[in-house]
């Protein structure tokens, strides 16, 4: 029998981590520093779609954007550069590398799928790579304008609903 290298993929499938805590405080930190409110953590959504049309890749039922804006539609995801294959600073283990790979691909095929079908229904996603938070301004002005951006579509929106006549869509050619 011949000694296996490195965890067997069945052992690592039910290894669940503590997510990308230190990364995700820190941005949690840096929201309370510059007083933006109304977010959760780990707030899960549901996703709608079952495939992402022109592509066919499955959807998951649910996703955990780390921080939500629910009021704005604003997602932040907090990815770690190993984790998500920074393409700056991921460096693969040279142990099971065939393994890791393949893992940190179904990453980002998952962070794609789930931002494309996130787009569809309304959301702006905000992705905040684990080197960006060496550069803490621009993270939070990168936020702050896709809140921005968000009040403001929400707002072209109520006036178009409220400067509609109710007469328009209801006349039947009637005097």
Request: aromatic share 6%; net charge positive.
């Amino acid at each position: 029998m011949e000694p296996i290298e490195g965890p067997a993929p069945s052992v690592m499938a039910r290894f669940r981590g503590r997510r990308n805590k230190a990364t995700e405080l820190a941005l949690v930190r840096l929201l309370r520093r510059h007083q933006l409110s109304g977010w959760r953590r780990h707030h899960r959504l549901r996703l709608t779609a079952r495939t992402v049309p022109n592509t066919g890749a499955s959807v998951p039922r649910y996703c955990e954007p780390d921080f939500v804006f629910g009021k704005a539609k604003v997602a932040v995801m907090v990815d770690g550069c190993f984790w998500h294959g920074c393409a700056r600073h991921c460096r693969l283990p040279t142990t099971n590398s065939e393994y890791w790979v393949h893992k940190i691909a179904r990453n980002q095929e998952r962070d794609v799928v789930v931002a494309v079908v996130l787009k569809r229904n309304g959301w702006r996603v905000v992705r905040v790579w684990e080197h960006d938070l060496k550069t803490p301004e621009r993270c939070v002005r990168r936020i702050t304008a896709a809140l921005e951006k968000s009040v403001e579509r929400r707002a072209q929106a109520k006036t178009k609903r409220n400067n509609r006549s109710p007469f328009i869509a209801t006349t039947s050619g009637r005097a």
